[in-house]
């Protein structure tokens, strides 16, 4: 079995730099209702996932599903429009192939943004909060299975999975540029049903600020590999369990579009910083 995902793997690559034009220093995965930041990239290369062998296919609708490369504030970025989630039936392994896949062209940093749910009181729906840590209660691990050593170490440490160095500058980036940028704990959970107000005062309780479905198998992938990693999550809405009120993912999706324009002017004067 892991001698046939190190196939898979090799072979998307294998595939992929025959065709791209240069090798990406940045990868970046676009989250819920964020994919807009591509129309801001220097185009030099565009697959649709289909094309490219192995590659799962999303099955959400708000996930376009293309790899793009280009240059974005001067910097060589590689861009996935749209992901893959546990609860479309992947394993993490299978969810995170695209990402394994662009860490053989040996980038630097990892960027992945999310759309999630406010769990802090404090958040308000277009809030923007640096994730400075994680809870994984997905049920998986990309890692489960023997180690491919040329990849990364058998027991990677995720004592500062989130780069303090790139939060301080994106702090920075965004105190000058006049956005309020909160710092919280983001807990991933399996899905595809939203929380309930028992889950969400759980949640709460063990030490999260915002909740999602994503983005936690990708940076383990991410920290395995040797990247540097920034994780930015756009607060959809807020669950207050003593207060609670349905959860409609049109909304999150609607929300995480509002806040569009500003994440992805912080993120092009972030980039423009390194």
């Not at 998307?12 to 591509?38: M, Q």
């Not at 062998?53 to 749209?82: D, N, Q």
Request: proline share 7%; with cysteine.
């Amino acid at each position: 079995m892991e001698d046939h995902y190190y196939k898979i793997v090799n072979e998307c690559f294998n595939f992929l730099k025959d065709k791209v034009p240069f090798s990406p220093e940045i990868i970046i995965t676009l989250g819920t209702g964020l994919s807009g930041l591509a129309e801001e990239v220097e185009i030099h290369f565009k697959i649709p996932y289909q094309e490219i062998p192995h590659f799962p296919v999303s099955s959400v609708e708000t996930h376009i599903g293309e790899l793009i490369l280009g240059y974005l504030s001067g910097k060589r970025v590689a861009l996935l429009r749209g992901r893959f989630h546990y609860y479309e039936g992947y394993s993490a392994k299978e969810l995170t192939l695209p990402l394994r896949v662009l860490t053989l062209f040996k980038p630097k940093i990892y960027l992945v943004s999310n759309a999630a749910g406010g769990l802090n009181l404090a958040f308000k729906p277009g809030s923007l909060m640096l994730i400075k840590d994680h809870i994984n209660l997905i049920p998986d691990n990309p890692l489960r299975g023997p180690n491919i050593e040329e990849w990364g170490e058998r027991f990677p440490d995720l004592s500062q999975a989130y780069d303090k160095e790139l939060r301080d500058k994106f702090k920075k980036t965004a105190q000058e540029l006049g956005e309020e940028l909160f710092e919280g704990v983001y807990v991933a959970v399996p899905g595809p049903s939203l929380e309930t107000p028992a889950e969400t005062r759980f949640l709460r309780m063990i030490g999260a600020d915002a909740v999602g479905m994503s983005t936690v198998p990708e940076v383990i992938v991410a920290v395995h590999s040797g990247l540097k990693v920034l994780g930015i999550s756009v607060i959809a809405n807020v669950n207050d369990p003593d207060n609670f009120q349905p959860i409609l993912f049109e909304e999150v999706v609607k929300s995480a579009q509002a806040t569009e324009n500003r994440l992805g002017k912080l993120i092009k004067e972030f980039l423009k910083r390194l």
